[in-house]
């Protein structure tokens, strides 16, 4: 008995998933492995910012428009005020976007900063307030990322909805007068 074959979707950037997924399991390992066997807390303090900033500019400024079609970045406006922008590919790039990428860029996003609060509360629990401060940078930085790219996404589909609100709109204002037009003689 023959049984159907599955077809599995592959990686569309195998390179940039190994990217996205590298930097935050090099960030964390460092601490955790040389919290447990070294004592430095300057060197854990530094290497594991540095490796946490590579992966927030990695995410934010590759993989996130690689894998999910996305950017966006703050900017402080002439009052003082901050301003979102947000950039997305548009609906039918979007799309076709492969859904492996996707999801593999969402959880380790979400999974990650999950990391970060566990080893907060560990930190928090042996009382060590110096390795809270590097738990609480590598969080913020892995949480600027997930509400800058929620942002985002939402944007974009707010973005998608009125596009194709608008095109719907369009068409059937096409219609009616082609039709009028033709039934007038126009």
């Not at 950017?71 to 002439?78: A, G, L, S």
């Not at 990322?145 to 059937?172: L, S």
Request: glycine letters at 4%; charged letters at 15%.
């Amino acid at each position: 008995m023959d049984r159907p074959q599955v077809v599995s979707e592959n990686y569309a950037n195998p390179i940039t998933c190994l990217f996205h997924v590298l930097f935050k399991a090099s960030a964390l390992a460092f601490y955790i492995l040389f919290s447990l066997f070294v004592k430095s807390f300057v060197i854990i303090f530094v290497i594991t910012v540095l490796l946490a900033a590579l992966d927030f500019w990695v995410v934010k400024n590759v993989s996130g428009r690689i894998l999910v079609g996305l950017r966006w970045w703050n900017e402080i406006d002439d009052d003082g005020n901050s301003v979102w922008k947000f950039e997305c590919l548009d609906g039918e790039s979007l799309a076709r976007m492969n859904k492996k990428d996707s999801w593999l860029f969402w959880w380790t996003l979400y999974l990650n900063a999950a990391a970060w609060i566990i080893l907060g509360i560990f930190s928090l629990i042996r009382l060590e307030a110096d390795y809270l401060l590097v738990v609480g940078v590598c969080l913020t930085l892995s949480l600027a990322n997930i509400v800058g790219f929620t942002k985002c996404n939402k944007d974009a589909k707010k973005n998608i909805r009125a596009f194709a609100e608008n095109a719907a709109q369009n068409a059937i204002t096409s219609r009616i007068t082609s039709s009028l037009q033709s039934a007038f003689g126009i």
